[in-house]
């Protein structure tokens, strides 16, 4: 078995990073108190991605992001910069046993959604000269941005102006499809080869309290992933020729809870064999995630990145118990179609997961390592 060339990358990873505490310091003097400059605070935003990319140089990463360092949180502050789209920040909800939840936020769509500006792309320029700046031609940089079934599954038909689409289909997901395609294209112009579509609606789809959800918006849990593989296909139609696009599902990655549960069997058909993506980043750290079997639908030439390795808590893997579970999971798909990683990223949104910055150097280098041993 050998080490792949292209992305995904034996062990990779999903991308966001703790915030170093001047960060958050600079972010707060910013946003809260008005004290520096959103000049100043892009200064300080440089000065700690240079830092990460060298953190995940150093532990051995081939894929490289700028930790989301310059995000509230995972998709709000890209999806509200779409045109016709207006987001409000989510609310912090305590849970009865003392933990928080972030509840989702409302995101609708007022007009006709289109590309109006490049939203990524001064971010990648940064990263990329980053990456250059080191000499090391093996890394990647990784762009990471929100799946566009974002704006469909939280508020459903409600959530969308009947004014601007009268009918979802096809005006509604084809150009959601093309604003997407404009910024991948923008992306790519850039140099750009690598990006990864965070998805939590297809994992919320595998828990029975958000299907049940989704029936109550009018919608059907059943049919929804299959819609969803048809729309996340005519972005990947309109994507640019050499790069790879990849999705990662979530189940909910706020200070170190979950928001769903469930085996991936009633979206896997249409995750794994209808959606034409490159690679799928899988969540599979702990018994939530139920077991192995849905990977019989992986089709030829698409991968799956097993996220074995918790971002949650700072307890380390054994590697022993990481390869009897890739062997396990080589029974439903090819292992030389597998790749490794942690299941989430470290921190989803700003306020971080309950886990050291020490925690986050094990665990990666647990990754690579464990990836070396099985792949070669």
Same mark, same amino acid.
């Given at each position: 078995m050998s080490t792949r060339a292209a992305p995904p990358f034996r062990a990779d990873h999903v991308g966001s990073f703790l915030r170093p505490a001047y960060l958050l310091e600079a972010r707060a003097a910013h946003f809260q108190r008005k004290a520096i400059t959103a000049e100043?605070?892009?200064?300080?935003?440089?000065?700690?991605?240079?830092? /990460?990319?060298?953190?995940? %140089?150093?532990?051995?990463?081939?894929?490289?992001?700028d930790g989301e360092f310059r995000r509230t949180y995972f998709h709000i502050d890209f999806l509200e910069q779409l045109g016709g789209v207006k987001t409000d920040v989510p609310v912090t909800v305590r849970r009865p046993d003392g933990t928080e939840e972030l509840a989702p936020p409302v995101i609708r769509v007022t007009?006709?959604?289109? *590309?109006?500006?490049d939203i990524q792309r001064a971010d990648y320029e940064y990263l990329q000269q980053q990456v250059q700046a080191s000499g090391d031609a093996a890394v990647l940089p990784k762009v990471t941005i929100p799946s566009p079934t974002m704006l *469909?599954?939280?508020?459903?038909?409600?959530?969308i102006s009947r004014e601007a689409y009268p009918e979802l289909d096809p005006a509604f997901y084809d150009d959601v499809a093309q604003a997407y395609a404009d910024e991948l294209h923008s992306l790519h112009a850039a140099g750009c080869r690598y990006v990864?579509?965070?998805?939590? $609606?297809?994992?919320?789809?595998?828990?029975?309290k958000m299907r049940e959800a989704a029936r109550q918006r009018g919608d059907d849990p059943n049919?929804?992933? *299959? %819609?969803?593989a048809q729309f996340i296909n005519k972005v990947v139609d309109r994507k640019p020729e050499g790069m790879t696009l990849a999705m990662h599902l979530c189940r909910g990655n706020?200070?170190?809870?979950h928001a769903a549960s469930g085996n991936y069997e009633p979206v896997a058909e249409a995750l794994l064999s209808e959606m034409r993506l490159d690679a799928f980043f899988l969540e599979y750290d702990d018994d939530r995630s139920g077991d192995f079997r849905p990977l019989r639908f992986l089709s030829k030439g698409k991968v799956v990145v097993l996220g074995l390795v918790t971002t949650k808590f700072g307890q380390l893997e054994s590697k022993d118990t990481l390869k009897r579970r890739i062997d396990e999971a080589a029974k439903y798909a090819p292992l030389e179609q597998l790749c490794l990683s942690p299941q989430c990223g470290f921190s989803s949104t /700003?306020?971080? $997961? $309950?886990?050291?910055?020490?925690?986050?150097?094990?665990?990666? %280098?647990l990754v690579v390592e464990t990836a070396q041993e099985v792949w070669g």
């Open positions: 100043q605070l892009r200064e300080v935003e440089d000065r700690a991605i240079a830092e /990460v990319v060298e953190f995940q %140089r150093g532990v051995g990463l081939r894929s490289i992001t007009d006709r959604v289109r *590309h109006v500006r *469909h599954f939280r508020g459903g038909r409600a959530g990864q579509m965070d998805d939590t $609606n297809l994992a919320y789809l595998c828990d029975e049919e929804l992933p *299959h %819609r969803y706020f200070k170190s809870t /700003v306020h971080g $997961n $309950n886990i050291a910055v020490e925690d986050q150097r094990s665990k990666l %280098r």
